[in-house]
């Protein structure tokens, strides 16, 4: 029936461009001013794209022009696997399994009752030389909301 | 039967110290001189206490000398809920299933294929004032490893 | 091993108390100043009372003085029923079913992308007279969150 | 084989007109007489127009006449994900997790025995002003049913 | 810590004194004025007696007084098994799953848009004889609920 | 490959055609002289037509000749939800869940030890005109079938 | 509470005096007339005994009179794990994995559209020399029920 | 890309020249040597056909002669439903469940501490005459496995 | 009721004589002349002792003499986790889950259509060193098992 | 929309070629210079090839050349049965069942608290004779990765 762009349609245009320019997440993400880790996952339809950085990502990899008011449509953000398989994903999975209850009585400690906002949220990751083997360095920050009581 | 200490019962004399004596985690991390996050998740019976530390342990909370060998034991890490329900331990489930695919996509940018080590591992929780309201500031480092090919 | 009072206990202490002097939760509320839903939750153990809040907890219902430490603790929010069946809850369940797309979309059309706070929250229940037989009406407010872009 | 449009054609049909003519859920549910919440959901699939509401539809969007019909039929309520993943939606299942007991003991100690009809039912969204950040409202009005005892 | 009677007691106390008594549901049933279906299900803690019942339950079967309060509390219904095992049971299970999407057309046809209440809601069963072999008739009757349109 | 009717086909041309022809179940059932819940369920391929039955359905609905060898193979009975969402089905389980226990009871204390088949076993769906409402009525008779003890 | 003999009470006292007797489950059902496989599961509490046989497993091994009517009851039959982890039992669930869908088209081949009864339904196990190494056989014979047209 | 055929594409080129030659599993079986659970399982893709057997099928059903290589490739043994809902293959489920434990027992009480092989196995299902009503009976036969010690 | 010590008490008793003894997995294997991977995983409860191996285990720990019978039988093989969570045992499950198609596919170009024997089965576990770090060996041997075909 | 090859594509584009070719994974391994096992994992998707072991598959199996560049992609390792059913790879899942905690004492009694790595790693499978029937052996090498104490 109708065939108009998908959320999925541009994610596949932005990886069959960026992969036929060589570029790289971060080539990309300076492009239009934004951080990497951001880029990324609003270029895998996980995050709406500002109207204006839409534009830019249209003219940096060279999508079709109705392909930005597509990247600034609010994204349903759904994962299948509820245990994820890959290995560099469930480490994490893992981390949260395992040091999850170490965060939250460390954020009561130092806050009160509340948590680590993931939506006024951002996050890096870097690389760090070490002797011993260079080093994945992921910072996460995310506002402190603390529980309502009425 | 048998009735000697087990990691459950351990967890809960230091729980129960620490709460009489009015004590922090910061306090008694810095008392056995380990971090912060490190000693809440060895305390709570998710990784094992080094002798010495296991020593500092009981004496900083005076517990029996029998716990010291409880704690320097090699723990089976648990946890029950697939899906993790308390909402600040949720928040870092949801980090995974959003981000997951971006961090694995910047760290084969930035390394190649390979994972950050969970085993090689820390990680520091600290608070960052802000204007707008202060934030949570996770910070993780692993060992990066890369695929073996044979 | 040790003998403290914990959450469960203090909340199987309050029913208890209040079933013996046949209070209502409404009636517990205004004892203590605050509404009837964060009131029973909070008494459930699904909230942490303030401590001024938990004192006058103690003094309404004539609970031992330890517990007011107790009730202030910061809860772990756990659920064991992923589906609740319940058939009062379950209504519930089917409702965020049907209608959370469609919560969704209208939160995007009125405000942008984000979601709707379950922190910075309220809620009422009330009963509402109806010649057709009288209604449950249910008031949320959550503060609108933005997603960030960085 | 057979050819006909289906619920999911219709709603495609519906989200692209709408994008093409600039229109919300808002001005959509004015043009038609019912309230937005509904209109989405019945423009979903979710629930069924009235043939008079249909035939609106049909004329506000301009639908293709045989959509009119297959607005009409009863919808068979699916979804797939037993938890939503999306922190919009996922926000409301966790309210329900936390607070279900609580609106559950309120509605039997304001009713009796009975729960909140999910099919007797109506809610609405708003957006209310709030100095310190712009509040999500949501208000649902659902008949009180009493258990039968026989 | 509180000694005092849960649904669960009440439950082992009547099946201990039905068992005694030599009684059959029928009976009890019977001897205070209700179906069958419904004393032994609120005799399981599936349904709430009211007070006045609850009272000649007690005298029926010689139960404590304070069983009455706590006949008369509502429940939480909670059933365990998300797929029953027992084939008595798991039979109905069975009819559900097959015949489920037929009664739905059903009422649809006979009624509108709309569901049978599980909570207006009565249920007989009966022993039919047959030449074939006797047979179990199992009769249902809810209220038709229509969906709101609004 | 190969292209012949499945059964999901036919059932797809008998929707097509009863709505084409404006027909219901109950009349299409009179036309082939079955019951109405036993012509839905079989036009759904839960369940298989004696080859004179599959004739009247061809017949009566102006199906190719060829689906009158489909309508009679045996089906695979299969449901893909173990926990029905929509409504109309789920009010369906939750009585299962909430007595299921009882039928079983009342099935011991009327028969003996064994069950109600769900194969040798037919169901009516009614509607009954009630003053407050008018009701559904769902009548099931199921061969009773006593354990084997050998 | 009561403090009367459950079936797994029941159950433990049987495998108590058959290890202290060293009987073998061939042996008592010998004792009692019936087959072994029969006789296990019913001790099991997976079966109910007729009240002869109940009384001859009291005194075969020596339990409490008392035992005899909880051997009689009809027991509700619960397996806690959907897929058996036990190798010698998981081996049965794979044959049904794989060869499920073999046995039903087959018996559809020889008998028409039916099941084989679980409940009518007797089974034995036994050892068979084989030069190659000894075999297990099992042998299961249920009555043919066909479904039921209406 | 690739056409070739697969499983399933022969396994559907055999059911469609099994009904348009009118044949049977039993029929196709005695054609090719081998027994009808073999024949319809390996014809199912759940078994390997040996090379003559592969041309045998070939040739009895008048399949491309591509399909012999295909039928002989070792299959992947996969089934979706870990709980079968077909009420014919549900039923085999039932009695793994019930009496599981039981043929274990008595494999235990037979042969030792071992399994009874799924690989090293066959089965047949064949009716039996009964004034009652007639049989379905399965025979299993697998190579008893004793658990290594070492 | 009954108070014979179960498997899980011997594992206790064992694991209890082990830390008082200063004894290790390998010296305790020695003893008794078995592997450490067999005789660990036999006093965890997942296999049987022969009956002179149980009697070396009950010498060389002290156990109580009754403890030799409850070694020698036959375990119930079962595993709550169908996910392990611990780091050192998802490893593993993540190799099934990444290499699992490879070890099949291989097993069939070097034996056939077969598997490899879980029950004729033994493994050894060993560190072998190297100058980048020291590699854990696992060695799995099994008897290869080739499908039946009849 | 975009046509480029996938992972899958050129999966099957190998296995295609491998048949016409009537080449073993052990001769492809051969002909590139790496092992069978993390030969055919690579080719599954289940690893990423080296550049100029890429370049090596093309050649050796005449693939077209845009594949090289898709076979060095680092692949999102996914697998579908959290409990994989064919009966090869099941048998290696029950292995981890029984024997993970051993692996994991007998890790943690020859290395310390750590674990075996599944990414550093390397496998092997073989076939060894026997007289009483040919074995698999499965060797795995991992480096032994300690927990960081921080």
Redesign the interface.
Known sequence: ??Q?LTKE?VT??IL?AK?QAGL???GIAAQIG?????T???A?G?????PE?AELMVRALGLPQEAA?VLSE?P????S???????????????????????????????????????????S????E?P???????????????????
């Open positions: 029936m109708t108009e349609d596949a245009l069959s992969k790289t997440w971060e934004m951080s990497p880790v951001w990324h996952s609003a895998m996980m995050n709406a794209f500002p950085k008011a609010s349903t953000k759904i994962w696997q509820t245990v994820p398989t890959d290995p560099c994903i469930y480490r994490l999975y893992e981390i949260v399994g395992v040091y999850g209850p170490t965060i939250k009585a460390l954020i009561h400690e130092k806050f009160g009752d509340g948590i680590m906002s993931a939506i006024d949220f951002d996050m990751v870097t690389r760090v070490h011993k083997g260079d080093r994945v360095k992921i910072e996460m920050s995310g506002k402190y909301l603390g529980y309502n009581a009425w």
